[in-house]
């Protein structure tokens, strides 16, 4: 971006901090949807920031963490074969499937190669007419456009060495899930502004309606979280549940219609289980009848493929906001990036990750949050694996 400077300004974010300070009159809990949104709250300190009364819960909306294990077994054992080459986007590596990963099945000879577009795996699969190709295609609604137009490409340039294992979930129904669960104590929803700048806000107003919540589409800077807070408080405050679209700069109402149209032509909206979470209706994408040809998990015969997700890991309640990272007994022990026990310790966007490299050696779970917290922006650096002193949230930056 351009002019990110300018979304990262102390003094702007000290007014709007003012202002939710001096509307705020009564506990309110806040789910960021994205976990792009989550660091970026952990790695600027804007939790600790927020008066007391302002609590965010961590969402589901990390892509990598809500992919299942019995999909990450699929891309395995597509993987392990000698005559594929499997293709993927680098965080998806190191996540756990049963008893392995995607770098030890290269390590024992599967050419897996991390790419950067899925249309890499396409010249791939040009280039090797010989072998099959197949590209791990994962995400939210911003990742599935790419990969549908690589399958449309692939179609009408007759590439039939390329297919695509397909993973992809919808937030809408997510949070229509979230709020019929039991447990459930979201209050509104910040919304995912990537999202929303593919599919727009169509969605939103009848969920918002529904379950009587706001729903605040925001970026991902901080002015963008803290503005996000700003406008949800004022609507609880004032017991208004509407759709406020907060990040006008990149979301219009009707999201990007060339986006929408690819995705309505290659794909087909199924059910779709999230990991930790289990099956949560019309929450997916698969390739339709007409690209059925391309689909990974059918060429392959791979779909009987089922797991049992492990027992220790609680990725799940996290990704639910039932639980803080560090409220899990195995985080930073028995569960760290080198060693972990689900994809939201090792994805660029998990919430243990961030809690992990910006929060692991100065929380306090039992006592207040610190208000004098400096607003970071230049983040600190990543924790050694030997234990250290604790830090503030912002070794270096000016305060506010």
């Known amino acids: 971006m351009k002019y990110v400077e300018e979304f990262q300004d102390p003094e702007l974010a000290a007014r709007l901090l003012d202002d939710i300070r001096a509307t705020v009159t009564r506990p309110w809990a806040l789910m960021e949807v994205c976990g792009g949104q989550t660091h970026s709250i952990i790695r600027h300190g804007i939790d600790q920031l927020l008066p007391d009364e302002v609590e965010l819960i961590h969402g589901p909306g990390c892509p990598v963490c809500v992919t299942p294990l019995e999909v990450i077994d699929k891309a395995l054992a597509i ?212 690209y059925r040809d391309y689909d990974a998990e059918h060429r392959f015969q791979v779909g009987d493929i089922a797991t049992l997700e492990p027992a220790e890991c609680r990725s799940g309640e996290v990704l639910q906001g039932l639980l803080k990272p560090h409220e899990c007994e195995a985080f930073g022990t028995a569960c760290t990036p080198r060693t972990p026990l689900g994809a939201t310790m090792v994805s660029s966007e998990g919430a243990c990750a961030a809690y992990y490299l910006y929060r692991r050696l100065e929380l306090d779970v039992t006592g207040p949050r610190r208000q004098e917290s400096s607003f970071c922006l230049t983040p600190p650096p990543p924790p050694t694996c030997s234990p250290g002193p604790a830090r503030r949230p912002c070794a270096t930056g000016p305060a506010w």
């Open 79 to 290: 993987a392990s074969r000698p005559d594929v080459v499997f293709c993927s986007f680098g965080d998806m590596l190191r996540v756990p499937g049963t008893g392995r990963d995607l770098f030890q099945v290269r390590g024992e000879g599967g050419d897996v190669r991390v790419v950067y577009s899925p249309l890499d795996a396409l010249r791939i699969a040009e280039e090797n007419p010989d072998r099959e190709v197949v590209f791990f295609g994962i995400g939210f609604e911003t990742t599935a456009p790419p990969n549908a137009m690589t399958v449309h490409q692939a179609r009408a340039r007759g590439i039939r060495n390329f297919s695509l294992l397909v993973s992809h979930v919808r937030v809408p129904p997510a949070i229509e899930a979230i709020m019929q669960s039991p447990d459930c104590r979201v209050q509104a929803f910040l919304a995912a502004g990537h999202v929303c700048s593919v599919m727009g806000t169509e969605e939103y107003p009848a969920l918002a309606e529904r379950f009587r919540v706001p729903i605040v589409v925001t970026g991902f800077e901080p002015l963008d979280i803290l503005e996000g807070v700003r406008r949800t408080v004022r609507q609880l405050e004032r017991g208004e549940h509407t759709v406020d679209n907060a990040y006008p700069r990149a979301v219009r109402a009707g999201g990007n219609p060339a986006a929408r149209a690819m995705l309505d032509d290659v794909f087909e909206v199924t059910d779709r289980a999230w990991r930790g979470i289990g099956v949560i209706p019309d929450s997916g994408w698969r390739l339709s009848a007409r």
